[in-house]
């Protein structure tokens, strides 16, 4: 996960009701509700990911209150940050994923658009009737009302005939991340340079004012984005897929200590766009 889902994640103090229903072919149905919030599920769609073992893949489900733009999931590096984005984009959404652990069991994480986010593990109770590499239906639920540690009540049931949708496997990029790495490496000098022109292309979007800075604005716009991006960066590598790519880096602060990081890439308008990151020291 990147950086949007450091900065949103909450402790677990969420919970959900996901009330008991039958799934028609191809759906899924049920509430989410914790306190005094609650969710109907209108949309739902199912994948499969890598697990411990290869020969083995994990599918997931994910239920929304929302209709799932499932392209947009299916060809994202991380799915679960592909449902956040459409989330922000219509300023509203809520959503719930099942995954389905071994041994009859299943996990689940839910983000509400209030940006909290809740992981209450993977010991629920999950009756499988159909599980192949295209088609999953069956059901995950509590067995009784719960509580979180901190007090909060909960429960859920979730019933959910999906076809199963092949996930878009990435490719690997080499050293120097091709298109989308040099675009980054771009804008490390752009930024660097003071350049305006070059480096507004390649900004995350909330960095990007409506007017240009003015050349009296200048230095101190890129003094501010200089604390926030490496002053010297390298690609070692990274995957992509479809319009979204993950670089890794490694390179300099500004103020000399080394870093590594993982950036996330986006295409838009013809240019690769910063969409989020993620530095840590390596010294």
Wanted: hydrophobic share 40%; proline share 6%.
């Amino acid at each position: 996960m990147f950086a949007i889902m450091n900065r949103l994640r909450t402790l677990p103090a969420l919970a959900l009701l996901l009330l008991a229903g039958i799934a028609a072919a191809d759906d899924a149905h049920g509430t989410f509700q914790f306190g005094k919030a609650k969710f109907q599920i209108v949309n739902a769609m199912a994948w499969q990911r890598e697990g411990k073992d290869p020969k083995n893949p994990v599918t997931v489900v994910a239920a929304a209150d929302f209709k799932i733009q499932q392209q947009a999931v299916i060809t994202a590096l991380d799915p679960v940050n592909a449902l956040i984005a459409q989330i922000v984009k219509a300023e509203r959404g809520n959503f719930v994923i099942i995954t389905l652990a071994p041994a009859g069991r299943c996990a689940i994480f839910a983000f509400l658009d209030t940006g909290k986010q809740i992981d209450l593990g993977d010991s629920f109770s999950a009756k499988t009737t159909t599980s192949t590499p295209s088609h999953i239906t069956g059901d995950c639920s509590t067995a009784k009302p719960e509580k979180t540690l901190f007090g909060d009540p909960y429960e859920f049931h979730l019933a959910y005939d999906l076809p199963v949708t092949p996930k878009q496997k990435p490719n690997a990029l080499a050293a120097g991340g091709g298109e989308p790495g040099q675009a980054f490496a771009a804008l490390i000098t752009a930024i660097r340079a003071n350049d305006w022109d070059h480096s507004y292309l390649h900004l995350r979007e909330d960095e990007v004012p409506k007017t240009a800075p003015k050349p009296s604005e200048k230095k101190q716009f890129f003094e501010g984005l200089a604390l926030n991006y490496p002053k010297t960066v390298i690609v070692t590598g990274g995957q992509i897929t479809g319009d979204e790519a993950q670089l890794q880096i490694e390179g300099a602060k500004y103020d000399g200590g080394k870093i590594k990081g993982d950036i996330l890439m986006k295409r838009a308008g013809g240019n690769w766009r910063v969409a989020d990151m993620s530095l840590y020291g390596a010294d």
